[in-house]
């Protein structure tokens, strides 16, 4: 049995977890939520956009073939790989770089117009000053009025309105079990895997750090964004209890 593991430092860099990771780039084809989030950011023609935590490209390469000048930074070597490979077949021209989102490079400051944090696993430190060092950084690399897109994958409200739950899905060739409870203290929501694989029991943790939508408002202003807007979805629906995501518009 896998020993429990703090989410992405484990399941990002090793392919075992792939049934885990963000969607892939599907050649020939637009995500459908791509036009929501342009309509959200209004980006004009020659827009610079940084990508963090871009996984697999999933939003990196279609923005690139729209035309914008685009960077994909995220941590996991073996998705960035694929991301690459991915790009190179769509023949979109994306700086690729990888790094630790706490810390991107010194001479980025107010380089570009808007970051994007998609699917993400903000929360994912477990040092509270490290989950604010994100924001610092996406508001210091962009431009004075430049706009930021969070979409964080889980919202406090709704685990606390909806409780502990039990869920099963097919990762391809065999099923996983993902029990999910929220600690009401500590605010950690931890996600327990098994699965039965080649005759043995695996099982591994994912744990992430939730907040609710006045808690990533107070921190998006301590990082130097001038306002926010809290939404539902990439449409732009209005935020209710049971929304199961958050997505935040900033700006600096």
Same mark, same amino acid.
């Given at each position: 049995?896998?020993?429990p593991?703090?989410?992405?430092q484990?399941i990002?860099?090793?392919?075992e977890?792939?049934?885990?990771?963000?969607?892939a #780039?599907?050649?020939?084809?637009t995500?459908?939520?791509?036009?929501?989030i342009?309509? @959200?950011?209004q980006?004009?023609n020659?827009?610079?956009?940084l990508?963090?935590?871009c996984g697999?490209g999933w939003?990196?390469i279609?923005m690139?073939l729209?035309g914008?000048?685009?960077?994909?930074?995220?941590?996991?070597?073996?998705?960035l790989?694929r991301a690459q490979e991915s790009?190179?077949?769509?023949?979109a021209?994306?700086?690729? !770089?990888?790094?630790d989102m706490?810390s991107?490079?010194?001479?980025?400051?107010?380089?570009?117009d808007?970051?994007?944090l998609? @699917?993400s696993?903000?929360g &994912?430190f477990h040092?509270?000053s490290?989950?604010q &060092?994100?924001?610092a950084?996406?508001?210091? !690399?962009?431009?004075?009025?430049?706009?930021? @897109?969070?979409?964080?994958?889980v919202?406090?409200?709704?685990?606390v309105?909806?409780g502990?739950?039990t869920e099963c899905f %097919?990762a391809?060739? #065999?099923?996983?079990s993902?029990?999910?409870?929220l600690d009401? @203290?500590?605010?950690?929501?931890t996600? !327990?895997?098994?699965?039965?694989?080649?005759?043995?029991?695996?099982?591994?943790t994912?744990q992430i750090?939730a #907040?609710?939508?006045?808690e990533?408002?107070?921190m998006l202003q301590r990082a130097?964004?001038?306002s926010?807007?809290p #939404?539902?979805?990439y449409a732009g629906d209005r935020l209710?209890r %049971?929304?199961a995501?958050l997505?935040?518009l900033?700006q600096?």
């Amino acid at each position: 049995m896998d020993n429990p593991s703090p989410s992405w430092q484990r399941i990002y860099a090793d392919e075992e977890f792939s049934w885990l990771w963000p969607p892939a #780039y599907e050649p020939g084809s637009t995500p459908p939520e791509l036009e929501s989030i342009l309509s @959200l950011l209004q980006p004009q023609n020659g827009a610079r956009f940084l990508d963090l935590a871009c996984g697999l490209g999933w939003l990196t390469i279609p923005m690139a073939l729209r035309g914008f000048h685009v960077t994909g930074y995220d941590l996991s070597d073996a998705m960035l790989t694929r991301a690459q490979e991915s790009a190179a077949h769509a023949k979109a021209e994306i700086q690729w !770089v990888r790094g630790d989102m706490r810390s991107l490079p010194a001479d980025w400051t107010a380089t570009f117009d808007f970051v994007t944090l998609t @699917l993400s696993e903000f929360g &994912c430190f477990h040092d509270e000053s490290d989950n604010q &060092c994100v924001l610092a950084e996406a508001a210091r !690399v962009l431009k004075q009025g430049g706009r930021f @897109l969070l979409d964080i994958v889980v919202n406090r409200d709704e685990l606390v309105f909806r409780g502990d739950r039990t869920e099963c899905f %097919d990762a391809g060739g #065999y099923f996983i079990s993902d029990r999910g409870s929220l600690d009401l @203290l500590s605010g950690i929501y931890t996600r !327990v895997f098994q699965w039965y694989r080649q005759g043995q029991r695996r099982q591994t943790t994912w744990q992430i750090r939730a #907040y609710t939508a006045p808690e990533v408002t107070r921190m998006l202003q301590r990082a130097g964004f001038r306002s926010s807007t809290p #939404y539902r979805n990439y449409a732009g629906d209005r935020l209710t209890r %049971d929304s199961a995501s958050l997505v935040f518009l900033a700006q600096k």
